[in-house]
Structure formats: C-alpha cells, structure tokens
C-alpha cells in the first residue's frame, strides 16, 4: 500500500513499449522520461505488458532489431533509475509467448531485477490518500476492436464484476480516458478506466497492414486529489502514416 498523507499523487501506466521493434518510437520515449521526471510529488509507475517484441521463429522474427536477450537488458535499463516507484510488472501477449515456447518468463525477469511485483494475470494496488482508500486494478488485456468507443464500452462491461477506483488495460495500442459514476451508501464515486496508450510507429507497420484504427503513439499521466477525483493529462507523439 502507498500513503500519502497530503496533496496530489500522480500515476504513470506504461504498456506496449514494444521495445525491439522496427517501430519502436525512441522520442516518445524520452517524453515520458521528461513527463515523470518532472513531476516532483508522489507519483509511481504500473508496468502493463507488451514491453519488448519477443520475436520467435514464426512471429515477428524480421521485424525485430535485436536479439531478445539485448532487449530484456535494455528495458531494465530504461526503468532501473526509476525503480523504487515501480508497483507491478505484468505480462503482455508477447511476454507469454515467450514463456509458451521458450519457459521464459520475462517478465519476472525484469520485475525481479526492478524490485518489483510480478503478476501473469491481473493486480489489485491500494493508495491510502488522506486517509481514505484509492484502489488501483491492472491488466495487459485480452481483446481490442478496430475503434476506441467500441473497445471502451466493452472493456467497461468486463470491468462489472471488478471493484476498484482506476482501471488500467494496454493490449489494444489505444490512449483513452474514460469515467462513469457509481452509486453506492453514501451518495457514490467516480470510476476511471483507462487504456494506456503504446510506443509505437504506425507506418508499414502491422497496425497499418491490418487496417487498424490510427493510434498515434501516446501515454497518460493521472492525477488523483484528496478527494479521489482522477484527472488525465495525454502526452502524444507524431503519427508518421
């Protein structure tokens, strides 16, 4: 559990990096460096999934630029200077994978080598603010749909049976910040959903072979007050189409 006692804590969920790929967008990157390194309050980091391509024989293996062994080095470099705020590590499609046809499980690899919680599945966090409880639930994802209204409703039905405050979901490369309120005793509160966004090119990519929805490569920082309200603030790279 985080506690913090007073004035506004900040989330950073980071998913589909896709670190390794052809297109792999290094500047949004930096973006984010700058984005958190900026922000002096409390704040800490949810690792989602998807974050290097993990090639194989028969996936993606000419659409990588190095090996899987120099990737996995190279995202814990990227997190290590950050790693006390490091919550969770949890796998994506492409971790699993790996462990599927290798016994690989990269993702406790980097969480362990962070310090931090590994998850194959989901996760619950609890943020004490002011004494009142913020619950935190977090998942790679399991679906998508070619348009962000469409994927935002159904991920909202999913979330039914998941009682939390934020819910944080990558997989579908869409960066989209939703709310609707809940009734409950004592009058209600606000639940969040958000999809986390990706680092991605989309040009030649697979997004652009199948016809995807164009999603410019794009991550949220959140912002929650005493009063567990959430506030968004989307930082977007260029869509090279």
Same mark, same amino acid.
Request: charged content about 25%; proline content about 2%.
């Given at each position: 559990?985080?506690? &913090?006692?007073?004035?506004?804590?900040?989330?950073?969920?980071?998913?589909d990096l896709?670190?390794?790929?052809?297109?792999? !967008?290094?500047?949004?990157?930096?973006?984010?460096?700058?984005?958190?390194?900026?922000?002096?309050?409390?704040?800490?980091?949810?690792?989602?999934?998807?974050?290097?391509?993990?090639?194989?024989?028969?996936?993606?293996?000419?659409?990588? !630029?190095?090996?899987?062994?120099?990737?996995?080095?190279?995202?814990?470099?990227?997190?290590?200077?950050?790693?006390?705020?490091?919550?969770?590590?949890?796998?994506?499609?492409?971790?699993?994978?790996?462990?599927?046809? %290798?016994?690989?499980?990269?993702?406790?690899?980097?969480?362990?080598?962070?310090?931090?919680?590994?998850?194959?599945?989901?996760?619950?966090?609890?943020?004490?603010?002011?004494?009142?409880?913020?619950?935190?639930?977090?998942?790679?994802?399991?679906?998508?749909?070619?348009?962000?209204?469409?994927?935002?409703?159904?991920?909202?039905?999913?979330?039914? !049976?998941?009682?939390? /405050?934020?819910?944080?979901?990558?997989?579908?490369?869409?960066?989209?910040?939703?709310?609707?309120?809940?009734?409950?005793?004592n009058g209600?509160?606000?639940?969040?959903?958000?999809?986390?966004?990706h680092f991605?090119?989309?040009? !030649?990519?697979?997004?652009?072979?199948?016809?995807?929805?164009?999603?410019?490569?794009?991550? %949220?920082?959140?912002? &929650?007050?005493?009063?567990? /309200?959430?506030?968004?603030?989307?930082?977007?790279?260029?869509?090279?189409?």
């Amino acid at each position: 559990m985080i506690d &913090v006692s007073d004035g506004q804590f900040y989330i950073f969920p980071v998913s589909d990096l896709h670190y390794g790929s052809n297109w792999f !967008n290094k500047s949004v990157f930096e973006k984010w460096k700058t984005a958190f390194e900026s922000t002096w309050e409390n704040k800490c980091i949810y690792l989602l999934g998807d974050l290097l391509e993990f090639s194989t024989t028969r996936v993606n293996a000419y659409e990588s !630029n190095m090996t899987t062994e120099d990737a996995i080095n190279d995202v814990i470099d990227l997190f290590e200077p950050y790693k006390e705020y490091v919550r969770f590590v949890a796998s994506g499609n492409h971790e699993v994978r790996g462990k599927k046809e %290798f016994n690989l499980d990269v993702t406790k690899v980097i969480a362990k080598q962070l310090g931090a919680r590994y998850t194959r599945n989901d996760f619950y966090d609890k943020i004490s603010l002011n004494g009142s409880d913020f619950i935190v639930y977090g998942k790679h994802g399991t679906s998508t749909s070619k348009y962000p209204d469409l994927a935002m409703k159904n991920f909202k039905i999913d979330m039914g !049976n998941v009682d939390a /405050n934020l819910y944080l979901q990558g997989h579908n490369h869409f960066a989209e910040f939703s709310q609707k309120f809940q009734r409950d005793y004592n009058g209600g509160y606000m639940k969040s959903f958000v999809f986390t966004g990706h680092f991605l090119d989309y040009k !030649n990519s697979y997004a652009h072979n199948k016809g995807l929805t164009v999603s410019p490569p794009a991550f %949220f920082r959140l912002g &929650v007050n005493n009063n567990l /309200n959430v506030s968004s603030k989307k930082f977007m790279g260029g869509c090279k189409v």
